[in-house]
Nanobody
Framework: QVQLVESGGGLVQAGGSLRLTCAAS????????MGWFRQTPGKEREFVAA????????HYADSVKGRFTISRDNAKNTVYLQMDSLKPEDTAVYYC??????????????????WGQGTQVTVSS
């Protein structure tokens, strides 16, 4: 069992930055692939970024590539999402998810078996 808690969301002006943190409980955190997703009302959960257990494999949605960076610290049971050059269209609730292993279709939410409660990110224009 893994429990995930996101933090770091808030209100920021366009062009600004935020760093989201996902703190995980559980001894086997380092074996999980991790992903960040986001969701707005009435829409499906959308893939943002993913990272494998050893951090040598990362992937990003085209909409955030070059602006967001995913990273993890297995010693701290934590995964991060550094978000720079934020845009109003980045406004959403951001969720972190844990998958049992790295999947080729890492962008699908159904590959992740544990989820946090989400943190709200609002980008004003």
């Amino acid at each position: 069992q893994v429990q995930l808690v996101e933090s770091g969301g808030g209100l920021v002006q366009a062009g600004g930055s935020l760093r989201l943190t996902c703190a995980a409980s559980g001894r086997t955190f380092s074996s999980y692939a991790m992903g960040w997703f986001r969701q707005t009302p009435g829409k499906e959960r959308e893939f943002v970024a993913a990272i494998n257990w050893s951090s040598d494999n990362t992937h990003y949605a085209d909409s955030v590539k070059g602006r967001f960076t995913i990273s993890r610290d297995n010693a701290k049971n934590t995964v991060y999402l550094q978000m720079d050059s934020l845009k109003p269209e980045d406004t959403a609730v951001y969720y972190c998810g844990a998958a049992m292993r790295w999947y080729s279709d890492y962008e699908r939410p159904n590959k992740y078996i544990y989820w946090g409660q989400g943190t709200q990110v609002t980008v004003s224009s």
